[in-house]
């Protein structure tokens, strides 16, 4: 049969050996061509019949994370995994070392569908609550989860090991995140690109950045400060040394940031994942708008706002940023530290030096 509402692919792959005799691993092979399954796993099936079935398209959409992986990947990179799926890894993202189920979610399955089943949103390793009915998961068959490789297993009350015990509202945030991401497909067109633009914005709003540096520190520990280290550790998102994975946060070639990273962000810097979407950045113009004039006077742009560009680069001092400006029409090109505190520094050329001076070259008209 095909998979029920927002069904987990593995939790399907279970219901269809429920209705076989076969040996697991024959079953596996037989079905798709492997001995073994993981909780995220995905493949792309070869034979048509199959295909058929339960389209792979289908599989990704509703029936694994991967859309959740789209703040965490370039455009690029997430359309090349979607391409060709068979590839697809989860390397960067947490693994989850059991199957998790929503007590209230197995009974209402067994009336409406006569069988329970697992949820792909409560499946994650930081979702430790039901959004939807404001109650903790449970934990079914520990440890039967080694690496990418998982026992299949026959959902039963009898195997329920626990609860969580999740009473911070930040518990909840995050449930509700990854719900409106998986079921109202919320991130629309938003990719990592975006995201740290997003991010960059917001950041120089509240007063994280000094010009071109984030302040990470100041950054961890409030954080630290607002959801605490023991929320932090429970979801693995622990700062307890330096800065820690903050220092990724904005950087493009540092390794990506797991899921709940990103989501721990959002919370802290936007209040709300629909504020996130909604947001759009403010651009970052430490020397204000474009047109900029020509400061050489021997020229006929002289003091005339002519250059349509500015290009950034870091000051000689650390976290000062400089701009490097060139008149098309003398060549004249010049270079100022900034940023500017007012509209007449764009008629100037000066420099700050280590310890915060500056040093202010005006140069007036003749």
């Given at each position: 049969?095909s998979?029920?509402?927002?069904?987990?692919?593995?939790?399907?792959?279970i219901?269809?050996?429920r209705?076989?005799?076969?040996?697991?691993?024959?079953?596996?092979?037989?079905?798709?061509?492997i001995?073994?399954?993981?909780?995220?796993?995905?493949?792309?099936?070869?034979?048509?019949?199959?295909?058929?079935l339960?389209?792979?398209?289908?599989?990704?959409?509703?029936?694994?994370?991967?859309?959740?992986?789209?703040?965490?990947?370039?455009?690029?990179?997430?359309q090349?995994?979607?391409?060709?799926?068979?590839k697809?890894?989860?390397?960067?993202?947490?693994q989850?070392l059991c199957a998790k189920i929503c007590?209230?979610?197995?009974?209402?399955?067994?009336?409406?569908y006569g069988?329970?089943?697992?949820?792909?949103?409560?499946?994650?390793?930081?979702?430790?609550?039901?959004?939807?009915h404001?109650?903790d998961?449970v934990?079914?068959?520990e440890?039967?989860?080694s690496?990418?490789?998982?026992?299949?297993?026959?959902?039963?009350?009898?195997?329920?090991?626990?609860?969580?015990?999740?009473?911070?509202?930040?518990?909840?945030?995050?449930?509700e995140?990854?719900?409106?991401i998986?079921?109202?497909?919320?991130?629309?067109?938003?990719?990592?690109e975006?995201?740290?633009?997003?991010?960059?914005?917001?950041?120089r709003?509240?007063g994280?950045y000094m010009?071109?540096?984030?302040?990470?520190?100041?950054?961890?520990?409030d954080?630290?400060q607002?959801f605490?280290?023991?929320?932090l550790?429970?979801v693995?998102?622990?700062?307890k040394?330096?800065a820690?994975?903050?220092?990724?946060?904005?950087?493009?070639?540092?390794?990506?940031?797991?899921?709940?990273?990103h989501?721990?962000i959002?919370?802290?810097?936007?209040?709300t994942i629909e504020?996130?979407?909604?947001?759009?950045?403010?651009?970052?113009?430490?020397?204000?708008?474009?047109p900029?004039?020509c400061?050489?006077p021997?020229?006929?742009?002289?003091?005339?706002?002519?250059i349509?560009?500015?290009c950034?680069k870091?000051?000689?001092?650390?976290?000062?940023?400089?701009g490097?400006?060139?008149?098309?029409?003398c060549?004249f090109?010049?270079?100022r530290?900034?940023?500017?505190?007012?509209?007449?520094?764009?008629?100037?050329i000066?420099?700050?030096?280590?310890?915060?001076?500056?040093?202010d070259?005006?140069?007036k008209?003749?």
């Amino acid at each position: 049969g095909s998979p029920y509402p927002n069904e987990i692919f593995y939790s399907w792959v279970i219901r269809m050996y429920r209705l076989h005799t076969k040996p697991t691993k024959r079953f596996l092979t037989e079905m798709f061509g492997i001995t073994k399954i993981g909780m995220y796993k995905v493949r792309n099936f070869k034979e048509e019949s199959l295909q058929r079935l339960l389209p792979i398209e289908e599989i990704t959409k509703y029936q694994s994370i991967v859309p959740l992986l789209q703040i965490c990947m370039t455009r690029e990179e997430y359309q090349n995994m979607i391409y060709d799926i068979d590839k697809e890894t989860f390397t960067r993202y947490k693994q989850s070392l059991c199957a998790k189920i929503c007590p209230k979610y197995y009974q209402e399955d067994i009336e409406k569908y006569g069988e329970p089943y697992l949820h792909v949103e409560h499946q994650l390793p930081e979702n430790l609550v039901c959004y939807q009915h404001k109650i903790d998961l449970v934990k079914m068959k520990e440890k039967t989860i080694s690496g990418l490789a998982v026992e299949l297993f026959t959902l039963n009350h009898k195997e329920m090991k626990g609860t969580y015990i999740c009473e911070h509202p930040f518990y909840y945030e995050v449930s509700e995140m990854i719900e409106k991401i998986i079921k109202e497909r919320i991130l629309g067109d938003i990719y990592l690109e975006d995201v740290q633009e997003k991010y960059k914005s917001k950041l120089r709003e509240k007063g994280y950045y000094m010009h071109r540096l984030l302040d990470r520190q100041s950054l961890a520990n409030d954080l630290i400060q607002e959801f605490g280290h023991s929320v932090l550790d429970t979801v693995g998102t622990g700062l307890k040394q330096d800065a820690g994975w903050t220092k990724g946060i904005v950087q493009k070639q540092q390794l990506k940031l797991k899921l709940i990273c990103h989501l721990v962000i959002i919370k802290f810097l936007f209040g709300t994942i629909e504020e996130f979407v909604k947001y759009e950045p403010v651009e970052y113009a430490p020397f204000g708008r474009s047109p900029w004039p020509c400061l050489n006077p021997f020229c006929k742009q002289y003091m005339k706002e002519s250059i349509k560009e500015v290009c950034f680069k870091k000051g000689s001092t650390g976290g000062w940023i400089a701009g490097t400006w060139e008149c098309k029409e003398c060549g004249f090109e010049y270079t100022r530290q900034g940023p500017d505190a007012k509209e007449e520094d764009k008629y100037r050329i000066g420099f700050v030096n280590k310890y915060g001076d500056v040093f202010d070259n005006k140069v007036k008209e003749v």
